[in-house]
């Protein structure tokens, strides 16, 4: 490793560990602490091992041995800390650290002592509630889904400290799991926020857009209806052409909103038409149509995927084939190939003399990405994911869009979240959630007069940020040499569903058909014959996330080499690499919400309507507190349920048990119970919950209340990485379309009044 490498020492835990994975896949030297004869999983889960660990570094020292880890400390740029209670002694008075905390709740707070799992954490952070059948119980996501978007963002995290810390000391970043999963709902809070509503469980069926899971001949196929009409007309020229039309020529079916209201009997035409075919023919059919539907694939079918070879996706681990990183990096290269370090391989680092970055005096107030620009060219959900985390911490965000092409989220009928009129572009919530903190220019590029502008403002611009499919920028005269052209030092993020290069460049994806293609999907459910899969867009928030990683991580790269970049990132293969190590153990089926080691794990009935509560029980323990404080001591005194494989034998009995406690509590109250005892609970709440009740995002300040010029006054969900010393922030609201045109035009391109009023009498500025 150079000198110039950053040096992260992890003191892991569930919620830091894909952190320390993502850190290696950008080259960063990540050392694993270990106890003396390696970490417990190095022998309980060699499989999970392999996947979080392969390439890092390993140094062990005794528990409690603060001498050595603050020696290991002095030589390193970050400290990337899921440890309980932190390092303390050990990393204090070390200005030039950067100290990243990755708790299940967060440092601060009532509730920052609770015990979480990825389960738990789940049903506080409000993603059980949005997945699942409405009249059944909540389910969980495969793959600890909760502790990786606590990992992405903690990486984030690290590379932002890592950041400010060009300008000034060290700074503790505070990550919350819980806020992190709060912050990553779709729409499931922003309906309670702008239209009082909390929409039920989805079940196979997406909450907003005209998409679900449909069965084919031999599996699933992810699709629907798509986002246009010209998808419509697609869809329906094809089912005229296979005689699968049924009604659906007769003219009262182009009208979106009337398909909305019926789309039970709609999506019952298309299941007809689609169970006819083999999963892989009709997704293969639909995309040559540039249909957006995807077959349901497993994990273990992922090496199959064309695409994902193509690219060179997977990484060898030792012998075996792993998931890969969610881009390649730096400057397309591609780590295939990494090694497991044996339980203190690397012991002589705590020797090493290696100087720390000299510390400067920080300026107060600005964020880590201040004086950073951003041209911002996406739409919809992924890529104003991504911008929105890059201005949340201090980056100059402009969101190039007009009246002829305006951000789909704006108009469209079936995503407008307001409790006013669905025809105002300003007033919608979900667009004005995802684009708060940016500026609106209205520019037609279209036209070749608003291609030039679009020229002008890269030129002046450090970053540039687009997710249309992969042809787009390059019949605009935009591709990656065009750009370097204009900006050598330029950032260049594109965010499409299969990526640029590859066998399947030109398919047309949602959110839903990535997680279909990634595996996520077909693990989703309560056994092979009973996939529910995620319909909302958690896969748009997966690539945002791993999109906004990337922007700062090619940021740092460029500040040591002087070199733009183009970040090529395909979202197939950014939730792919959200699959754990469901490629290196073979998953196969859908688990429900039962964990593969400890019993019980499950989601219980309460009182009221709807009210569940989520447990994990981890050891024997755990489990013997759990039943004195269920009022049944003689089940921890049953041989049969002495083990975690007992109790999953006996799970009859055991789920019985617990679920006939929790049936007769308010949630909240056996949850608290439950964790008085030390043991993982929670209630599952649903986003108005969130919002009213949950006490520790409360005293986070979570929510934050922001005036919007035409949606009035309203709560935002907050920013879930918490920087002492660069905090990021919601500043201003959403911008009105076009709000900041004049502005950014003479600001940022330079243009005179003159060629201003050209432009406006030419129509390109609107």
């Known amino acids: 490793m150079s000198a110039s490498t950053p040096r992260i020492v992890e003191l892991s835990s569930a919620f830091a560990r894909f ?102 954490v789940a049903a506080l952070g409000g993603m059980l509630a949005q997945v699942g059948d409405p009249e059944g119980p909540p389910l969980h996501m495969p793959e600890n889904q909760a502790e990786q978007l606590a990992g992405v963002n903690a990486a984030i995290a690290v590379l932002l400290g890592l950041r400010a810390r060009r300008r000034g000391p060290g700074q503790l970043a505070d990550v919350s799991a819980q806020a992190c999963v709060a912050a990553a709902l779709e729409a499931g809070t922003l309906a309670y926020l702008h239209e009082d509503r909390v929409p039920p469980r989805p079940g196979r069926v997406h909450p907003l857009v005209p998409h679900g899971l449909f069965q084919a001949a031999d599996g699933h196929v992810g699709g629907g209806l798509g986002g246009s009409p010209r998808m419509w007309d697609a869809l329906l020229d094809w089912l005229c052409d296979e005689g699968a039309q049924a009604d659906l020529v007769e003219p009262r079916w182009q009208d979106p909103i009337e398909r909305k209201r019926h789309q039970e009997y709609v999506f019952k035409v298309v299941q007809d038409f689609v169970g006819r075919w083999p999963k892989a023919e009709f997704a293969e059919r639909a995309q040559a149509r540039k249909l957006p539907w995807a077959a349901v694939d497993l994990p273990c079918e992922l090496p199959d995927n064309p695409q994902l070879a193509a690219r060179d996706f997977f990484t060898r681990v030792g012998d075996r084939t792993d998931l890969g990183f969610p881009f390649a990096f730096p400057e397309g290269r591609r780590i295939t190939a990494l090694d497991v370090a044996g339980p203190g391989e690397d012991q002589a680092l705590l020797d090493e003399r290696r100087p720390p970055r000299p510390v400067e005096v920080a300026a107060p107030g600005r964020g880590a990405l201040d004086g950073v620009r951003v041209l911002d060219l996406t739409w919809v959900l992924a890529g104003p994911y991504c911008t929105k985390v890059l201005a949340d911490h201090g980056a100059d965000v402009i969101k190039v869009e007009s009246l002829t092409r305006p951000d789909p989220t704006r108009f469209a009928p079936f995503m407008h979240l307001s409790r006013g009129a669905h025809t105002d572009p300003d007033t919608n919530g979900y667009f004005n959630e995802v684009n708060r903190n940016k500026r609106s220019i209205a520019l037609d590029t279209r036209t070749d007069e608003g291609v030039a502008v679009l020229r002008d403002l890269i030129a002046h611009c450090d970053v540039l940020v687009e997710n249309f499919s992969a042809t787009v920028m390059t019949r605009l005269g935009l591709g990656y040499d065009e750009l370097r052209a204009i900006n050598p030092r330029l950032v260049y993020v594109s965010m499409s569903g299969m990526g640029h290069t590859g066998p399947r460049a030109g398919w047309v994806s949602y959110a839903d058909t990535v997680s279909a293609s990634s595996g996520l999907t077909g693990l989703t459910g309560w056994g092979p014959d009973d996939v529910v899969g995620v319909i909302y867009g958690h896969g748009d928030i997966v690539a945002g996330l791993q999109a906004a990683l990337a922007t700062v991580a090619a940021l740092e790269h460029r500040a040591e080499t002087g070199r733009g970049q183009h970040i090529d990132l395909s979202q197939l293969e950014a939730i792919s690499a959200h699959m754990g190590t469901a490629l290196l153990t073979g998953s196969r089926s859908p688990a429900g919400n039962t964990h593969p080691r400890w019993s019980p794990q499950g989601v219980y009935r309460c009182l009221g309507a709807d009210r569940w509560l989520a447990v994990s029980v981890r050891s024997d323990e755990e489990w013997a507190a759990l039943c004195r404080v269920i009022g049944r001591p003689e089940l921890a005194a049953d041989e049969r349920l002495r083990t975690a494989d007992g109790r999953r034998q006996e799970s009859a009995l055991v789920d019985g048990a617990l679920g006939g406690w929790a049936r007769g509590l308010p949630a909240d109250m056996a949850a608290e119970l439950l964790q008085e005892a030390g043991i993982p609970a929670g209630p599952v709440q649903d986003g108005g919950e969130l919002v009213e009740h949950d006490p520790q995002l409360r005293a986070r300040g979570f929510y934050v209340r922001m005036e919007h010029p035409a949606a009035g006054a309203f709560l935002h969900e907050g920013v879930p990485i918490r920087l002492t010393g660069t905090p990021g922030s919601i500043r201003r609201p959403a911008p009105l379309l076009g709000a900041d045109t004049v502005e950014v035009l003479r600001e940022v391109a330079g243009l005179s009044p003159e060629r201003l009023h050209q432009l406006h009498e030419a129509g390109v500025l609107r």
């Open 19 to 120: 952190a320390g994975r993502l850190l290696v896949g950008l080259g960063h030297e990540v050392v694993l602490v270990e106890p003396p004869g390696g970490a417990p999983d190095r022998h309980e889960d060699k499989d999970a091992f392999a996947h979080w660990h392969a390439g890092k570094r390993s140094v062990t020292l005794p528990l409690g041995d603060s001498d050595g880890l603050r020696r290991l400390l002095s030589t390193a740029d970050v400290l990337l800390d899921g440890t309980p209670d932190g390092a303390g002694p050990a990393a204090e008075g070390l200005d030039h650290l950067v100290h990243v905390r990755v708790t299940p709740f967060g440092l601060v707070g009532p509730r920052s002592g609770w015990q979480g799992t990825d389960l738990v």
